[in-house]
């Protein structure tokens, strides 16, 4: 693997070892001293085109809980505004010496773009491009998964996927980069990927996707998911009107305190442990997901932050450390 680009080329046995890896890494993260010396010496670049918060503080956290040195990048405040084009900044950035280059960018294939370049020689990172991808952020939804799924079956995580689990993914699919990753993910990890969106919010072609399709969110839910990922609505990329009014989505769309009630209900499999509720952040709370099911003992919202950091953790340490084995860099 020399970059991490998406999810659907994502071979079973690379997201297996990313997810075994990203296990050893959650050990390293709750120790007192959180460091290892495996990326000593080694440049990691974060490329940021649009706002994040959790994405970005973690692939740092990442890099420097590996030991490299980190350069970050925000595209607000910097020389874009005087219209400084993507080869141009990655150019620039690359002279200064860097190893892997995680990129955030509002256009759809823009990281595979840098990839195919001869801009730089890094490994790149998909951060989240445009509405195309967010590999990252569907691996570590996939580890919460795993590690909920696996601990009510008294297994320990590493090495199984996700066959048997049956996953909804809810809400504003069609601007989602996660609800994509994560169907190819999941899919690909065994889970059965159900998806339940108003018609004016799922992609043209959905039908061929590898899910089943629901247009109606409390029939969604008596498929008895063992897992519901709520996604965020994406205002900021609606150019039209996809919905009524979002009181209106709420009711019809939203993990209301009433169909919380549902939720509570639902199992993990065939165990006693309840259902997980996930949510990729930042919430609008009071609109896809209330305050009581987002703070819920269900809810599992904090833990995919935390293991986003051994996730990426573990992503870095892959694609670096086969790079110094395959002698593309010196030493
Ligand atoms: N989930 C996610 O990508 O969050 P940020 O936009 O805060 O990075």
Same mark, same amino acid.
């Given at each position: 693997?020399?970059? +991490?680009?998406?999810?659907?080329? =994502?071979?079973?046995?690379?997201?297996?070892?990313?997810?075994?890896?990203?296990?050893?890494?959650?050990?390293?993260?709750?120790?007192?001293?959180?460091? +290892?010396?495996?990326?000593?010496?080694?440049?990691?670049?974060?490329?940021?085109?649009?706002?994040?918060?959790?994405?970005?503080?973690?692939?740092?956290?990442?890099?420097?809980?590996?030991?490299?040195?980190?350069?970050?990048?925000?595209?607000?405040?910097?020389?874009?505004?005087?219209?400084?084009? /993507?080869?141009?900044?990655?150019?620039?950035?690359?002279? !200064?010496?860097?190893?892997?280059?995680?990129?955030?960018?509002?256009?759809?294939?823009?990281?595979?773009? =840098?990839?195919?370049?001869?801009?730089?020689?890094?490994?790149?990172?998909?951060?989240? @491009?445009?509405?195309?991808?967010?590999?990252?952020?569907? /691996? *570590?939804?996939? *580890?919460?998964?795993?590690?909920?799924?696996?601990?009510?079956? /008294?297994?320990?995580?590493?090495?199984?996927?996700?066959?048997?689990?049956?996953?909804?993914?809810?809400?504003?699919?069609?601007?989602?980069?996660?609800?994509?990753?994560?169907?190819?993910?999941?899919?690909? /990890?065994?889970?059965?990927?159900? *998806?339940?969106?108003?018609?004016?919010?799922?992609?043209?072609?959905?039908?061929?996707?590898?899910?089943?399709?629901?247009?109606?969110?409390?029939?969604?839910?008596?498929?008895?998911?063992?897992?519901?990922?709520? =996604?965020?609505?994406?205002?900021?990329? !609606?150019?039209?009107?996809?919905?009524?009014?979002?009181?209106?989505?709420?009711?019809?769309?939203? *993990?209301?305190?009433?169909?919380?009630?549902?939720?509570?209900?639902?199992?993990?499999?065939?165990?006693?442990?309840?259902?997980?509720?996930?949510?990729?952040?930042?919430?609008?709370?009071?609109?896809?997901?209330?305050?009581?099911?987002?703070?819920?003992?269900?809810?599992?919202?904090? @833990?995919?932050?935390?293991?986003?950091?051994?996730?990426?953790?573990?992503?870095?340490?892959? =694609?670096?450390?086969?790079?110094?084995?395959?002698?593309?860099?010196?030493?």
């Amino acid at each position: 693997m020399k970059h +991490l680009l998406d999810t659907q080329g =994502l071979a079973y046995h690379d997201a297996l070892a990313i997810l075994d890896t990203a296990e050893e890494m959650t050990a390293v993260s709750s120790r007192q001293v959180k460091k +290892l010396p495996t990326l000593r010496g080694r440049t990691v670049v974060n490329l940021f085109y649009e706002d994040s918060t959790r994405t970005r503080i973690s692939f740092e956290a990442a890099a420097k809980r590996l030991s490299a040195d980190v350069m970050n990048f925000s595209a607000k405040g910097s020389s874009v505004s005087k219209g400084e084009s /993507l080869k141009d900044t990655v150019q620039t950035l690359d002279a !200064m010496g860097a190893d892997a280059i995680v990129i955030r960018h509002s256009a759809s294939g823009a990281a595979a773009q =840098l990839a195919a370049s001869d801009w730089s020689e890094a490994a790149v990172v998909n951060a989240g @491009d445009g509405t195309h991808e967010h590999p990252t952020q569907a /691996l *570590l939804d996939a *580890l919460t998964l795993r590690r909920g799924w696996s601990s009510a079956h /008294l297994n320990g995580p590493r090495g199984t996927d996700l066959t048997g689990m049956k996953v909804l993914i809810v809400g504003d699919i069609v601007h989602s980069r996660v609800a994509r990753s994560n169907v190819w993910l999941l899919r690909t /990890l065994g889970a059965e990927v159900h *998806l339940a969106a108003p018609a004016t919010l799922l992609p043209y072609g959905v039908e061929s996707w590898p899910a089943i399709v629901h247009y109606s969110l409390d029939e969604a839910l008596s498929a008895a998911p063992d897992a519901v990922m709520m =996604l965020r609505v994406q205002a900021e990329r !609606m150019g039209g009107v996809f919905f009524p009014t979002a009181a209106e989505y709420t009711r019809r769309w939203g *993990l209301t305190d009433e169909r919380l009630r549902v939720v509570e209900q639902l199992r993990l499999g065939d165990t006693d442990s309840p259902a997980l509720i996930l949510h990729p952040g930042p919430m609008n709370r009071g609109v896809e997901i209330s305050s009581a099911a987002a703070d819920s003992p269900q809810a599992k919202i904090l @833990d995919q932050v935390a293991h986003g950091v051994a996730v990426r953790m573990a992503v870095l340490h892959l =694609l670096l450390s086969q790079r110094q084995h395959d002698g593309n860099h010196d030493e």
